[in-house]
């Protein structure tokens, strides 16, 4: 893929979307670690 002047701001948009969705969904797994944990701990298990 060639990156011209056209097509150099639609690959800047592409990678900061991803990087957004990249980073929710991390950010979810880890506050779903963090809650199985959290409920482990209290000994609330389901």
């Known amino acids: ?25 991390v950010s979810l797994f880890f506050l779903s670690i963090y809650q199985v944990s959290f409920d482990i701990l209290n000994g609330n298990v389901k």
Do not use: E, H, Q
């Open 1 to 25: 893929m060639k990156v011209n002047a056209d097509n150099a701001l639609k690959i800047r948009l592409l990678i900061l979307f991803l990087s957004i969705a990249l980073g929710y969904l």
